[in-house]
């Protein structure tokens, strides 16, 4: 598996192992008798990699927010020195937002960045950005990433992205491999078949913005 696939892969894995209530929601539904541990800042975020050939490592770092399955957002940061663009981020939020409107990206009080909608899939709409350190040293002293879009009704659809944690697992070798996140992943079938779905959608988009060419942009509908 390249590591372009690898890492669009991996966003399926990650945001399965990321429900509303953190990583150990699904421990706790599996084993009611045990007396659950108490949750740190660093479960808001899972991180997983792989070495290259170059002998780094490739790395995403997502956090999905759901409720009762249901998708709500989601943000992921890719960190692969075997690409031009090492650092890239991704955002999502659900369908039924106003595309022209793209999608507000804000660093507590910091100043916003609206970020146009790359796609849409059956599931969310996304939103990418290349980034670089200073972006990422942002992420690492801030409290929250709000992402804002507008529903049908021009109203804010407004996510929160819970950035404790972040500067721990960003900057810890601690990681899980693609392998051990799959297999975590295992048995969540409607959701993950959801993810899935999306993953696929953002590897080919991905596929199209390496080659140097764009797609077309979606329709203005497409969201709704």
Same mark, same amino acid.
């Given at each position: 598996?390249?590591?372009?696939?690898?890492?669009?892969?991996?966003?399926?894995?990650?945001?399965?192992?990321?429900?509303? =209530?953190?990583?150990?929601a699904?421990? +706790?539904?599996?084993? !009611?008798?045990?007396? !659950?541990?108490?949750?740190?800042? %660093?479960?808001?975020?899972?991180? &997983?990699?792989?070495p290259?050939?170059?002998?780094?490592? +490739?790395?995403?770092?997502? @956090? &999905?927010?759901?409720?009762?399955? @249901?998708?709500?957002?989601?943000?992921?940061?890719?960190?692969?020195?075997?690409?031009?663009?090492?650092?890239?981020?991704?955002?999502?939020?659900?369908?039924?937002?106003?595309?022209?409107?793209?999608?507000?990206?804000?660093?507590?009080? =910091? @100043? !916003?960045?609206?970020?146009?909608?790359?796609?849409?899939?059956?599931?969310?709409?996304?939103?990418?950005?290349?980034?670089? %350190?200073?972006?990422?040293?942002?992420?690492k002293?801030?409290?929250?990433?709000?992402?804002?879009?507008?529903?049908?009704?021009?109203?804010?659809?407004v996510?929160?992205i819970?950035?404790a944690?972040?500067?721990?697992?960003?900057?810890?070798?601690? +990681?899980?491999?693609m392998?051990?996140?799959?297999? @975590?992943?295992?048995?969540?079938?409607?959701?993950?078949?959801?993810?899935?779905?999306?993953?696929?959608?953002?590897?080919?988009q991905?596929?199209?913005?390496? =080659?140097? *060419?764009?797609?077309p942009?979606?329709? *203005?509908?497409a =969201?709704?």
């Amino acid at each position: 598996m390249t590591i372009k696939k690898w890492v669009f892969a991996g966003i399926t894995a990650a945001a399965l192992l990321l429900p509303a =209530g953190g990583a150990l929601a699904q421990e +706790a539904e599996e084993a !009611p008798a045990a007396q !659950p541990r108490e949750r740190s800042p %660093e479960d808001n975020w899972l991180k &997983v990699c792989e070495p290259l050939e170059s002998g780094e490592k +490739a790395c995403i770092m997502r @956090q &999905v927010i759901l409720n009762n399955n @249901q998708f709500l957002g989601s943000f992921l940061i890719r960190d692969d020195p075997g690409q031009e663009s090492r650092l890239l981020a991704v955002a999502a939020v659900p369908l039924g937002v106003l595309l022209p409107f793209g999608l507000t990206w804000q660093i507590d009080g =910091g @100043q !916003p960045v609206r970020v146009p909608f790359m796609l849409c899939d059956p599931q969310s709409c996304s939103t990418q950005l290349v980034i670089n %350190e200073a972006y990422i040293n942002s992420l690492k002293r801030g409290a929250e990433l709000t992402l804002t879009a507008k529903n049908r009704q021009n109203q804010d659809l407004v996510v929160n992205i819970n950035l404790a944690g972040f500067t721990s697992v960003y900057e810890s070798e601690n +990681a899980l491999t693609m392998d051990q996140a799959n297999e @975590q992943a295992t048995g969540t079938s409607a959701l993950e078949q959801m993810l899935q779905d999306r993953a696929e959608e953002l590897r080919r988009q991905m596929g199209v913005e390496e =080659g140097g *060419e764009e797609e077309p942009p979606g329709d *203005e509908n497409a =969201g709704q």
